[in-house]
């Protein structure tokens, strides 16, 4: 089995920072693409950000210069710093990684439970 467990997640004021964390654990061989996504009520889920194993990175349009990935992998864990936050950036926080599991040649998507952000005065 893998989980991914996010933390970090809450209310802000605009112009505010958040760190969310991601840690993912189980039975896992290693760790492709690890990335955050969210989604705003009536709205469909999108990707913010996301990180390879070897760093490279990408970021939504709306989110550039604002947000940055980071992992850790030997923790397998992923960061999202979340800077000069708006009210649009309110939405669950959901956790997603490609995961190779031990014993197995397949790559797997697995998410994370989601964390509420708001942003809001």
């Known amino acids: 089995q893998v989980q991914l467990v996010e933390s970090g997640g809450g209310l802000v004021l605009p112009g505010g920072s958040l760190r969310l964390s991601c840690a993912a654990s189980g039975s896992i061989f290693t760790i492709h693409v690890m990335g955050w996504y969210r989604q705003a009520p009536g709205k469909e889920r999108e990707l913010v950000a996301a990180?390879?194993?070897?760093?490279?990175?990408n970021y939504a349009d709306s989110v550039k210069g604002r947000f940055t990935i980071s992992r850790d992998n030997a923790q397998n864990t992923v960061y999202l710093q979340s800077n000069s936050l708006k009210p649009e950036d309110t939405a669950v926080y959901y956790c997603?990684?490609?995961?190779?599991?031990?014993?197995?040649?397949?790559?797997?998507?697995?998410w994370g439970q989601g964390t509420q952000v708001t942003v809001s005065s």
């Open positions: 990180i390879t194993r070897y760093g490279s990175t």
């Open positions: 997603n990684a490609q995961i190779v599991r031990q014993g197995t040649l397949g790559l797997s998507d697995y």
